[in-house]
């Protein structure tokens, strides 16, 4: 049963999961955290956060645990190494990975948990790190309906927009849409305001109106503001968004499927990693038009 006394673990407290922490804090539980690099974890530690040494460590006080890391790699060490989730938390537990991974990788982590009698929910999000600071990301649901039900309360707490997708797997796989549409969005994006600076236009006062009408988007308010700032700071690193790409063509390509847009997409965020700019936001793919 998950209640208030629930102890909540959160595995990585980057961007986007130093937000969802903070929420689950101000939700009144108690939550655990670790982080490779401590360093990070400091600001969570003074909101009240309580640091854990090893994952070994934190899954041995917590019901729930929640991962939010880097890249499939890590995902699968997090979960399935000796020292990992997997083997030493507490059967009747609840794992949730809100990482976007593979989808195939989240279906291992299922059966694994099931044969630890663990209730495992792939739940990647959506929103950037607005949405993970103000509570309002898109969370993408795969598992069992059990589990997503008896986990919402603590996922109402970082978000708006929490869906069950399927079963296991179909979470990461709703989260590859997402990144498909971002893909052509954020080009469309940044194309717009290069047309509108080339033609003698002030983009700003051009924001107003396309803002409003059919070319509006989440893309377009959140991130055109910060371009025509020359603010480059990541909501969403580009060398995140790359590895999302590279998985969603490789299970485009298992499919049958071609997606020329987002084949071109990464073409152009893989020059900016070329250039060192992997660690700026998406929104600096606008450094290629300007």
């Known amino acids: ?17 130093r937000g ?29 956060a309580i640091l854990k040494n090893s994952i070994k460590e934190l899954c041995k006080e917590c019901g729930v645990v929640i991962t939010m890391v880097g890249y499939p790699s890590d995902v699968e ?5 000796e020292e990992g989730i997997l083997n030493n938390i507490k059967p009747k537990s609840y794992v949730v990975d809100m990482t976007t991974s593979k989808p195939s990788l989240a279906k291992k982590i299922y059966s694994k948990a099931k044969e630890n009698d663990i209730f495992s929910l792939d739940a990647p999000v959506s929103g950037g790190d607005i ?11 795969g598992g069992d309906k059990e589990a997503f039900d008896a986990l919402m309360p603590i996922f109402e707490l ?9 079963t296991a797997g179909s979470g990461q796989h709703t989260k590859m849409c ?27 006062t051009v924001l107003k109106s396309i803002g409003a009408g059919g070319a509006a988007s989440w893309q377009l308010s959140a991130y055109a503001p910060r371009i025509l700032k020359g603010d480059y700071a990541p909501g969403f690193y580009i060398k995140h968004f790359v ?4 998985i969603a063509l490789e299970e485009a390509s298992e499919m049958g499927l071609t997606t020329p847009a987002l084949e071109l997409s990464k073409k152009l965020y893989d020059k900016l990693i070329a ?15 300007k």
């Not at 060490?77 to 190494?81: G, T």
């Not at 970082?158 to 399927?166: D, E, S």
């Not at 080009?187 to 002030?202: I, N, R």
């Open 243 to 246: 590895k999302d790409m590279k």
């Open 77 to 81: 060490e997090v979960y399935l190494n």
């Open 1 to 17: 049963m998950i209640n208030k006394n629930t102890k909540i673990g959160f595995i990585g407290t980057g961007v986007m999961g």
């Open 20 to 48: 969802m922490i903070q929420n689950l804090l101000k939700g009144g539980y108690s939550v655990y955290i670790y982080n490779r690099t401590k360093e990070k974890a400091l600001p969570l530690i003074e909101k009240g």
């Open 131 to 141: 949405g993970a600071a103000e509570g309002t990301l898109s969370i993408m649901v």
């Open 158 to 166: 970082m978000g708006k927009n929490i869906v069950l997708q399927g």
């Open 275 to 289: 250039d060192g700019q992997e660690d700026l936001g998406t929104q600096a793919l606008y450094n290629l038009y």
């Open 178 to 204: 997402n990144q498909i549409a971002i893909a052509s969005n954020i080009m469309g994006v940044c194309e717009a305001l290069s047309y509108a600076k080339k033609s003698g236009l002030d983009p700003k």
